[in-house]
């Protein structure tokens, strides 16, 4: 690769219910980004069922990346890499990505980066802020993971705190179940929460032992399971829009207190969110306001970039591409890749 040429990767991702193969350039600029998702298909059992994924991606692989270099408009003469997504995740549903990417790769003789799908996540704030740079906080929340992450440099991380139990996404989606809205659960709440009052009732905000960063939700949601109990119990009325608020306004406090706390404490000027619950209205409205009383830059990717999507992943291949990163043929599927580690 000579100085100065662009490089462009074809990036796949498979690692839970979303089949996506995007084309990035440069690590900023994404030429195409098609995600099939397989939502509808797992609403009907109220949550991923890790086989009928697995199955779905095998089915929906080439057609993706096919349509991602067609709208892309290049071929695989004109790619640089191939970036994978190769954990953490549903082991059934990475190996589909990783097998496919290997065998372009060998059969096209590009290079092969495997991805972690954290760093994809984080990185997903590149392709929209061209500005930002490490190093800075990034708050990720999705349905697997809550960490709260110094991005010291491209590719290198110090985690502060991480969830104890359940991950954010995971409380929304158990939440909605509960009080009878469906999967996935985030959306609705974040749409139901609009029409109900946010103090309405007092759920718990929990503190996790002596670290100031560390998460818990499962009190929260246990909470709420009392509360619909109770109403049910005593023949009341369940207000569901004001039991969605107010549980939303729990867990988005605890998220902004420890952002805010781990910004001061650790001299940090740059706040940055990344994962599905990033795209909940709610919490980025509260992250903002914190964010601007201290005068603090907040980045966040548009929703479509925070769910699952290839074009972090590409976004992150990227930077290890040029790190000198790559991965050999015998690249395996890791469902519980701790995020800093290769
Ligand atoms: O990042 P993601 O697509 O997949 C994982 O890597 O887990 O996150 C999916 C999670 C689900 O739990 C979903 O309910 C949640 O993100 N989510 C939301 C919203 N949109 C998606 N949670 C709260 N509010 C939203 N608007
Ligand atoms: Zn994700």
Request: glycine fraction near 10%; include cysteine.
């Amino acid at each position: 690769m000579s100085e100065g040429k662009d490089v462009l990767i074809l990036a796949i991702e498979s690692s839970c219910d979303e089949t996506a193969a995007a084309v990035v350039k440069n690590g900023r600029e994404v030429l195409s980004n098609v995600i099939s998702s397989q939502i509808a298909l797992h609403t009907l059992y109220g949550g991923v069922v890790p086989e009928i994924a697995s199955r779905k991606h095998i089915e929906k692989i080439n057609y993706v990346i096919r349509e991602a270099l067609s709208q892309a408009g290049v071929g695989l003469d004109d790619l640089d890499a191939i970036g994978v997504t190769y954990g953490p995740g549903l082991v059934g549903a990475l190996l589909v990505g990783v097998a496919e990417a290997k065998a372009i790769s060998y059969a096209a003789g590009l290079p092969l980066v495997g991805v972690h799908h954290i760093e994809g996540h984080i990185s997903a704030n590149y392709i929209e802020h061209k500005e930002l740079e490490p190093p800075f906080l990034c708050l990720v929340v999705s349905g697997g993971h809550t960490h709260l992450v110094i991005v010291k440099g491209y590719g290198k991380y110090e985690i502060l705190g991480r969830t104890r139990d359940d991950a954010a996404g995971e409380a929304f989606d158990k939440v909605a179940r509960a009080i009878g809205l469906g999967y996935p659960g985030g959306p609705k709440i974040d749409r139901l929460a609009k029409e109900g009052n946010p103090d309405a009732i007092h759920f718990p905000r929990a503190k996790v032992g002596d670290s100031g960063y560390d998460f818990s939700f499962s009190g929260v949601k246990s909470a709420v399971l009392n509360h619909l109990n109770a109403c049910r119990m005593k023949g009341e009325p369940i207000a569901e829009a004001d039991i969605a608020a107010s549980f939303q306004k729990a867990v988005c406090d605890v998220l902004v207190e420890h952002t805010l706390y781990a910004a001061k404490e650790y001299k940090i000027d740059k706040i940055a969110m990344a994962g599905g619950v990033a795209s909940n209205s709610a919490l980025r409205a509260a992250m903002k306001d914190a964010c601007d009383k201290r005068k603090i830059p907040l980045y966040c990717p548009s929703p479509i970039l925070c769910t699952d999507n290839a074009a972090m992943i590409g976004a992150a291949a990227y930077y290890e591409f040029m790190a000198g990163n790559r991965a050999g043929l015998d690249l395996n599927a890791v469902p519980n890749l701790p995020l800093g580690e290769r």
